[in-house]
């Protein structure tokens, strides 16, 4: 199951240019699975996941509503922060990515996930 979850993360991947990598973590930023592509450069997705959960916690405390996601840019890449609770979805791409196209990834990430889902509540 584990493989084919990472295959077609990959597939996602390799629909948007410049798109590096995929993690989906718990409310915790804890990782549940994280795909990277082989293009993907020296970037520790794994340790920026609770780190970023924790700002979209904090920006909706700011705003006194939820925060849907977040878009983090640094000199060469983008983190992109979705949230679909109970769960998280982050991307990793090229500053000069599609922004936009990414938001709109969470929907197909979700449905792929499928009976994994469960875990998450």
Known sequence: ????????????????????????????????????SKSMPEIDVKGLL??????IDQA???YVTESN????QYKSYQVILINRSP????????????????LTLDDDVVDILGDIKSIFR
Do not use: H, W
């Open 87 to 102: 769960m998280y979805i982050s991307f990793v791409s090229a500053k000069k990515s599609n922004t936009g196209l990414i």
């Open 1 to 36: 199951m584990t493989e084919q979850l990472q295959s077609d993360l990959l597939k996602i991947i390799s629909r948007v240019d410049g798109l590096y990598s995929i993690a989906v973590s718990d409310k915790n930023g804890v990782p549940i699975i994280c795909v990277t």
């Open 60 to 62: 909706g405390k700011l």
């Open 69 to 72: 996601s977040l878009v983090a």
């Open 50 to 55: 609770p780190a970023i959960s924790n700002i």
